[in-house]
């Protein structure tokens, strides 16, 4: 295997000085605060390059309208947060776009059921992209990534530079809480105030779980790049996997038993011993 340590071909370095340097093109214009500190880590290795992220968010968004190819543009969001949010502030401002009588909205049947815009409440788990500079990186990370629980993580391509994406659906949701109604230009509520708050309380929840996974992955990527020579002059070259890692950590936990149970039976040994000749 490659050390994510080792000097990458001249292209890919131009390419990721390029991707680093160049203007943040999210409708948020940075990197969310949250996933920095993951960010800052990879990057930090010669052969690894993240390309976008999304450290998880808390979100309302209206559909945009649908153009004649059945595709939708535009949209609005209603609220964004890449943190817990508080609950009474957010419903009330998400409350403050709706009217009530939901129940009243004509869809217009079939097709104009298709034609609605709908308002949701989403929560999206922690996204990122990363480019690396040779298949075996690639795989690496996809391990530790794959070990962390981000199961729905993959290669996309395996050329000179592949992609990774490291994801997870584990804690993604999707709910309509509205419709937008065109007679009234207002967004009508499809559900009551209380539901919106039962809906940023479970927000919340998940967002702290993925807290959790992110730093776990932080943690297990840090962990398996000091085992493999982090450029820290450590004798071994290469990246420990995560499994091995894991394997050999408890081999050397287990030694480290047998240790502390010979030395307790060598002092308890020792007592009597000592013990006979007081005798």
């Known amino acids: 295997m490659s050390s994510p340590t080792r000097t990458p071909p001249t292209s890919f370095t131009q390419r990721k000085t390029h991707l680093l340097t160049t203007t943040d093109l999210s409708p948020k214009g940075s990197i969310d605060t949250p996933i920095l500190p993951l960010i800052t880590l990879l990057n930090s290795f010669p052969t690894i390059c993240t390309t976008s992220s999304c450290s998880g968010r808390i979100s309302v968004f209206l559909d945009g309208e649908l153009s004649s190819t059945g595709k939708g543009g535009g949209g609005r969001w209603v609220l964004v947060s890449h943190e817990p949010v508080e609950v009474a502030e957010a419903v009330g ?15 217009g049947g ?121 450029g820290k002059g450590k004798k071994n070259p290469e990246w420990e996997d995560a499994e091995v890692r894991k394997r050999r950590l408890r081999e050397e936990g287990l030694k480290k038993q047998e240790e502390i149970r010979r030395q307790r039976e060598a002092a308890a040994q020792k007592e009597v011993d000592n013990a006979d000749v007081d005798d």
């Open 110 to 230: 079939e097709e104009g059921a298709k034609r609605r815009r709908y308002l949701h409440f989403k929560f999206e788990p922690m996204l990122l992209h990363i480019q690396t500079a040779d298949l075996a990186t690639s795989q690496q990370l996809l391990s530790t990534a794959l070990s962390s629980s981000f199961r729905e993580s993959g290669i996309l391509n395996s050329t000179s530079f592949p992609m990774l994406a490291i994801r997870t659906q584990s804690l993604t949701l999707d709910c309509i809480i509205g419709v937008y109604d065109d007679a009234a230009n207002s967004i009508r509520a499809l559900v009551d105030r209380s539901y919106v708050e039962m809906l940023m309380r479970i927000g919340n929840d998940r967002m702290a779980k993925n807290q959790k996974k992110m730093q776990r992955l932080q943690q297990e990527i840090a962990a398996v790049m000091e085992n493999g020579d982090a």
């Open 93 to 107: 401002k998400v409350w403050g776009e709706m009217i009530e009588g939901g129940e009243s909205a004509d869809c």
